[in-house]
């Protein structure tokens, strides 16, 4: 009798155990669901109805920066035109990882957004690298009529079976030279100098093309390496070059204008299918108007920074360009036969 009774005793508790675990493992499961859900509708999902829609827009830029200032402006017209339904939260200085970091979370939709340079797509969208071509672009109005036409169009709209959406371009201006102790006043001067570059094949052959090493470094680190003598140097446009105060750890900046490679505003695919139509429209012109904000503030921030780092102490020099352009297009010979050879092309057609 007693042993039945154990048994009896034994079965209510394992009964109340199994409850209890299956009781947590639901509890779980719906803990889960809400915060997935509450996670899809803060970076854009749908989750059907609401009148609030946020999006995390991510980039690497500090707040000083005009490409910074024009996603503000950009948030701003979304406000506006959507009434308050729909707002862009926006997440500067890698706050929410580097670059590469941030296009994989787009990717995968744990991110609405993205502000990248197209050399990072290179890795996702294989195209984007006839950006980093030297001397692809005779100057800005070459450069701006590529990529509002077709060709600049059609690379913009390459990454969605990779899960990513442009919707626009913003100019990066030109990128140049400056070091820390040689001035590069032809290319012989690059010769054995370590030079920074972005995480691109293009970016490396066209480095070591010019007679430098190039060196990946992210450019939260760049500062430091500068400092420390890890790198020479490293290349970039004037807004960038004193917003990073890299001026205060350089002695020169030389103007070659290597390469013009825009930054591109993408959004995630997944998040874009769960906007209505209306919230695409809204979304879509908030960006397009952002653009003409960004180019004429890129245009003033530009001069503006050359005069600050020329009053820094950075000697800033003109250079002869055709030297640097004669050498660093052989790099496109690596390109015949492929995809890249046909927009070079496509691209160099384009006229006034």
């Given at each position: 009798?007693?042993?039945?009774?154990?048994?009896?005793?034994?079965d209510?508790?394992?009964?109340?155990?199994g409850?209890?675990?299956?009781?947590?493992?639901?509890?779980?499961?719906l803990?889960?669901?809400?915060?997935?859900?509450?996670?899809?509708?803060?970076?854009?999902?749908?989750?059907?109805?609401?009148?609030?829609?946020?999006?995390?827009?991510a980039?690497?830029?500090?707040?000083?920066?005009?490409?910074?200032?024009?996603?503000?402006?950009?948030?701003?017209?979304?406000?506006?035109?959507?009434?308050?339904?729909?707002?862009?939260?926006?997440?500067?200085?890698?706050?929410?990882?580097?670059?590469?970091?941030?296009?994989?979370q787009?990717?995968?939709?744990?991110?609405?957004?993205?502000?990248?340079?197209?050399?990072?797509?290179?890795?996702?969208?294989?195209?984007?690298?006839?950006?980093?071509?030297?001397?692809?672009?005779?100057?800005?109005?070459?450069?701006?009529?590529?990529?509002?036409?077709?060709?600049?169009?059609?690379l913009?709209?390459?990454g969605g079976?990779?899960?990513?959406?442009?919707l626009?371009?913003?100019?990066?201006?030109?990128?140049?030279?400056?070091t820390?102790?040689?001035?590069?006043?032809?290319?012989?001067?690059?010769?054995?100098?370590?030079?920074?570059?972005?995480?691109?094949?293009?970016?490396?052959?066209t480095?070591?093309?010019?007679?430098?090493s190039?060196?990946?470094?992210?450019?939260?680190?760049l500062?430091?390496?500068?400092?420390?003598?890890?790198?020479?140097?490293?290349?970039n446009?004037?807004?960038?070059?004193?917003?990073?105060?890299?001026?205060?750890?350089?002695?020169h900046?030389?103007?070659?204008?290597?390469?013009?490679i825009?930054?591109?505003?993408?959004?995630?695919?997944?998040?874009?299918?769960?906007?209505?139509?209306?919230?695409?429209?809204?979304?879509?012109?908030?960006?397009?108007?952002?653009?003409?904000?960004q180019r004429?503030?890129?245009?003033?921030?530009?001069?503006?920074?050359?005069?600050?780092?020329?009053e820094?102490g950075?000697?800033?020099?003109e250079?002869?360009?055709?030297?640097f352009?004669?050498?660093?297009?052989?790099?496109?010979?690596?390109?015949?036969?492929?995809?890249?050879?046909?927009?070079i092309?496509?691209?160099?057609?384009?006229?006034?």
């Amino acid at each position: 009798m007693a042993s039945e009774q154990d048994a009896g005793n034994g079965d209510r508790k394992a009964a109340k155990k199994g409850a209890f675990w299956l009781g947590l493992g639901i509890g779980c499961v719906l803990t889960s669901l809400f915060y997935s859900f509450l996670t899809d509708l803060r970076a854009g999902g749908s989750g059907g109805g609401e009148t609030h829609r946020e999006l995390r827009l991510a980039h690497v830029l500090d707040q000083s920066h005009p490409v910074h200032k024009a996603m503000e402006y950009m948030a701003g017209e979304l406000k506006r035109l959507s009434g308050g339904e729909m707002e862009l939260l926006i997440f500067p200085n890698g706050q929410l990882g580097s670059e590469t970091d941030s296009i994989e979370q787009v990717r995968r939709g744990a991110l609405a957004m993205v502000k990248t340079s197209a050399s990072a797509m290179e890795g996702f969208i294989p195209e984007m690298a006839v950006f980093g071509l030297p001397y692809l672009f005779r100057d800005d109005r070459h450069y701006w009529r590529v990529l509002e036409g077709a060709t600049g169009q059609e690379l913009l709209q390459k990454g969605g079976q990779h899960g990513l959406r442009g919707l626009c371009y913003y100019t990066a201006g030109a990128r140049s030279f400056y070091t820390t102790d040689r001035a590069v006043l032809s290319p012989a001067d690059l010769n054995n100098l370590k030079i920074r570059v972005m995480r691109s094949n293009v970016a490396m052959r066209t480095i070591e093309q010019l007679g430098a090493s190039p060196t990946p470094i992210p450019w939260g680190e760049l500062y430091t390496a500068l400092q420390q003598g890890m790198v020479d140097g490293a290349e970039n446009n004037p807004p960038s070059l004193y917003s990073s105060r890299h001026y205060e750890v350089v002695r020169h900046y030389s103007l070659n204008e290597h390469t013009r490679i825009p930054d591109i505003i993408m959004i995630s695919g997944s998040i874009w299918q769960k906007l209505s139509p209306q919230e695409r429209e809204w979304l879509q012109e908030a960006a397009d108007r952002s653009v003409a904000y960004q180019r004429e503030l890129w245009r003033e921030r530009t001069a503006w920074s050359l005069g600050k780092i020329e009053e820094a102490g950075v000697q800033i020099h003109e250079v002869d360009k055709e030297p640097f352009a004669e050498l660093a297009r052989e790099v496109y010979a690596a390109f015949s036969g492929t995809p890249i050879a046909d927009y070079i092309a496509r691209i160099q057609e384009v006229r006034e």
